[in-house]
């Protein structure tokens, strides 16, 4: 660690053509346009780098709290899942002439990648992506000339849509764990893969005819399932998010 700081001779800035993207796409810049270039602005003589360097980092990371008795202990994790890193310019004197320089760049986003996402209610759970770029610096005294920024990448719709159903029979009691016989219900929805903003469309069919109990409600909910594991190991399964809708109620004849 340098004793003194790369912004003392200039700065580095980065932006690109859009701020999300989709596995597999391209995070493409272009000379015609100011979107998607890298900005450098030398004000000062005296640094001594000459390698321009562009990087990708995708981290994942999760936090909760376990309470036991009157204490209690907070599992963490963090993993880096992706990183990819090139040089975009090399300069042949590593002493940096005062100006300005732009520089695009060109990334291929891997297919696999996860979706970006966050949720911090009552635990943490994150998948982030940042593009980093840095004039490294060939003295030990003097830091890099850096700088980042957040990018969304989200993942595309890759398998085959088809309807699906599920059907589920209950065995129902009442006091005293008295059978009246069972209950089914059959759900069906037109695809099984939806997109955050997508109408979802949901027809359900109940067989209560060999049933002694009579129907008064039935309620509709859609739920969020999360895993979220430690670097210790530990696993964590909680609904994080319940959206109830107003089901039918039926007349008592």
Not at 31 to 56: A, C, D, M, P, R
Not at 90 to 107: A, H, I, R, S, W
Not at 201 to 211: F, V
Request: aromatic share 10%; net charge neutral.
């Amino acid at each position: 660690m340098g004793n003194k700081q790369g912004s003392e001779f200039g700065g580095i800035m980065l932006r690109t053509k859009k701020t999300i993207y989709f596995s597999g796409e391209f995070v493409k810049c272009k000379l015609s346009t100011i979107l998607g270039n890298i900005y450098l602005h030398i004000i000062k003589s005296g640094y001594h780098g000459n390698v321009v360097q562009f990087s990708i980092v995708g981290k994942e990371k999760t936090e909760w709290e376990v309470s036991i008795g009157k204490g209690g202990t907070t599992h963490h994790g963090k993993n880096v899942f992706y990183e990819d890193s090139f040089v975009i310019n090399t300069y042949l004197n590593e002493n940096l002439m005062v100006g300005q320089f732009v520089f695009p760049f060109e990334l291929e986003l891997p297919l696999d990648l996860l979706g970006s996402f966050y949720h911090s209610y009552g635990l943490l759970a994150s998948v982030g992506y940042k593009i980093k770029v840095r004039i490294i610096s060939n003295s030990k005294s003097v830091n890099n000339i850096k700088n980042e920024q957040e990018i969304i990448i989200r993942e595309p719709i890759q398998e085959i849509l088809q309807a699906s159903s599920e059907k589920v029979t209950s065995n129902l009691t009442t006091w005293c764990c008295k059978q009246q016989v069972f209950c089914s219900i059959t759900s069906k929805a037109e695809k099984n893969l939806y997109q955050s903003g997508e109408l979802f469309n949901l027809t359900y069919d109940i067989d209560n005819s060999y049933c002694m109990l009579n129907l008064e409600k039935d309620d509709v909910i859609i739920m969020s399932r999360l895993i979220i594991r430690s670097n210790s190991g530990a696993q964590k399964r909680q609904e994080v998010n319940q959206t109830p809708y107003l089901g039918v109620e039926y007349k008592k004849e």
